[in-house]
């Protein structure tokens, strides 16, 4: 039997990049990605590529700071699937400047995104999974969450403030069998990163060449990027735990950049 057999995952941010590779190896293992997205076109091409593969898949629309939106995406999947086994709060941006002229709009901006999508679809995943006494919650956090660069001042604090998130939901959620952890991830080559490296390079007067090797994968033991893989892989090693063994502890996926 696959690992995921009739489960089915709320992966967000899922059209693209990471959530859509965790979506794909869900899949590939026997688990249902929901595929949930601002880009709802973008999110049915994704489901669409799982079913040409012979697996399930479902799309909606999601905007992850709309509580409404939010909560009318989660009830659609219990419509549909009469579960949800898995959350993977994925969706987030990144906007880089100096802390002395960041736009307080963008620090409130990048800050909801991730975190308060991370409440809000926590919030409406866990009653079915209380319900279920059953159920896991990945945050995809990063290298950001216990270390700090330059530039990044909301996104250092957003991912900082998923670890706290993820220890309460351990606790709280530790009577109804529903685990909480963190997966954080180095640089990886997705749209977002491919985003921050001209950004990077203008804001510091280097190249982006630079910015890639002294910035990016400086402190790594081998020059590479991470991969969707990498993050896969540990995303569903945490989806796939048996026990409250590991409930509220993060691994870092950095090829050695960050060593806990």
Not at 153 to 173: D, F, I, N, Q, R
């Amino acid at each position: 039997m696959a690992r995921f057999d009739k489960q089915v995952g709320i992966i967000t941010g899922a059209a693209s990049g990471i959530g859509k590779e965790i979506a794909l190896r869900y899949a590939a293992d026997g688990g249902t990605p929901v595929i949930a997205d601002l880009n709802l076109d973008a999110a049915r091409a994704t489901a669409e590529e799982i079913k040409g593969k012979g697996g399930d898949a479902f799309a909606v629309a999601m905007n992850v700071i709309d509580e409404d939106a939010v909560t009318g995406g989660v009830d659609e999947v219990m419509n549909k699937y009469g579960r949800i086994d898995l959350l993977v709060s994925n969706a987030g941006i990144q906007i880089v400047h100096p802390l002395v002229d960041f736009p307080y709009a963008d620090w409130k901006k990048l800050l909801s995104i991730h975190l308060d999508g991370a409440f809000l679809t926590t919030k409406a995943c866990l009653k079915h999974m209380y319900a279920a006494k059953s159920g896991a919650i990945v945050y995809m956090g990063s290298v950001h969450s216990k270390e700090a660069s330059r530039l990044k001042a909301p996104y250092v604090t957003a991912k900082h403030g998923l670890v706290g998130l993820c220890k309460v939901v351990a606790k709280e959620g530790a009577e109804f069998h529903v685990r909480a952890n963190v997966v954080c991830p180095g640089f990886v080559r997705t749209p977002l990163v491919d985003k921050q490296i001209p950004e990077q390079a203008r804001e510091l007067h280097i190249s982006e060449e630079q910015v890639i090797k002294t910035i990016m994968l400086n402190d790594t033991v081998d020059g590479e990027f991470t991969t969707t893989d990498d993050v896969a892989d540990c995303v569903l090693f945490f989806a796939g735990a048996k026990t409250n063994a590991l409930t509220g502890q993060s691994i870092v996926v950095s090829h050695g950049w960050f060593m806990q």
